[in-house]
């Protein structure tokens, strides 16, 4: 009898593992549901993709554990990266994996002009509201009167709506899941990376170590049910008002088409040539 090998093992380098995730991660449900969505686009390796991440847990997703070419680079600098692997290689698919901190905090400007560019890349961003790696301090995604380790006493700072901003930017697709809605992540990585521009999932995930033992959910378990418990569609809440919420505000936020950055540079650089 031929023994059961899980789908998305193939994708995998076997000898990087296990993950040097903490157990109950949020992290490995985000790679879960990425190479799902892979496998059911008809990819059977990721010799198409190349993956960028900078520094912290979430970076660690594709490198090393994805059987593909990935660049770790410093810290918030993933996306400039991807983008001059995208205009160079514009037939390969360029994904970015990174945390809140890595891409919200000291990389937001470069998220913010990727999206504005509209180039034909992916951010898949896990929002676990804290600098997981470093112990769980205060990033700009932390929610508003919550403790960490540099807010004792509770966060007395505003947090980005990164979605709702991606979506000002201008990236042609903008979605926020939790890791307890897997179906619906997997099947919005599957639109990001089919999407002809600038395409950001961002995805709330639990750190039990450095975030949810701190806010009394110290069990993976917890977290999840924290998530489905308080998550309230986008639909619903652009119906009633768009107001501030403490909600985790779930769906797609932008879905459009408009040519994208290397798409007008190819364009841009024909008529140069004309005209030469
Ligand atoms: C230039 C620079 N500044 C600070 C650090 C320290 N550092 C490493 S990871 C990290 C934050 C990681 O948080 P996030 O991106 O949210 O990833 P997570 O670990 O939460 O998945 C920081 C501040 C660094 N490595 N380089
Ligand atoms: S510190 Fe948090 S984000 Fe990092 S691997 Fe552990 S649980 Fe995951
Ligand atoms: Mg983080």
Redesign the pocket.
């Known amino acids: 009898m031929r023994k059961y090998q899980h789908p998305s093992l193939k994708y995998l380098r076997l000898e990087t593992l296990p993950t040097p995730f903490c157990a109950g991660c949020g ?1 490995g449900i985000i790679a879960n549901c990425f190479l799902k969505a892979v496998e059911e686009l008809g990819f059977n390796d990721l010799r198409s993709f190349v993956f960028c991440s ?7 997703i594709p490198s090393p554990h994805f059987k593909a070419d990935s660049i770790h680079v ?3 600098r993933s996306i400039p990266v991807a983008v001059g692997v995208k205009l160079v290689r514009p037939e390969l698919n360029v994904v970015v994996f ?10 937001l400007s470069h998220l913010l002009h990727a999206a504005r560019r509209n180039i034909e890349i992916t951010v898949i961003m ?9 112990g ?2 205060a ?1 700009p ?1 932390t929610p508003l009167g919550i403790k960490t380790t540099t807010t004792p006493y509770g966060n007395i700072e505003y947090c980005f709506n990164l979605a709702d901003l991606l979506k000002s930017a201008g990236a042609s697709y903008v979605a926020r899941w939790t890791t307890a809605h897997p179906i619906q992540l997997k099947n919005s990585i599957r639109k990001a990376l089919k999407t002809n521009g600038f395409s950001f999932i961002e995805v709330i ?1 639990q ?1 039990p170590t ?2 949810g033992r701190r806010i009394g959910k110290a069990k993976p378990a917890e977290m999840l049910n924290w998530f489905k418990e308080n998550s309230v569609s986008v639909k619903k809440w652009r119906e009633e008002g768009e107001r501030e919420t403490e909600k985790f505000v779930v769906g797609e936020f932008i879905e459009r088409k408009k040519p994208g950055f290397t798409q007008m540079i190819h364009v841009k650089l024909g008529e140069a040539q004309r005209h030469e």
């Not at 896990?126 to 470093?134: A, E, I, K, L, P």
């Open positions: 992290l900078g520094i912290g847990c979430a970076a660690w410093t810290h918030g990174g945390g809140d901190g890595d891409l919200a905090g000291i990389g896990s929002n676990n509201m804290v600098y997981g790696m470093t769980g301090q990033a995604t995930s750190c450095n975030f």
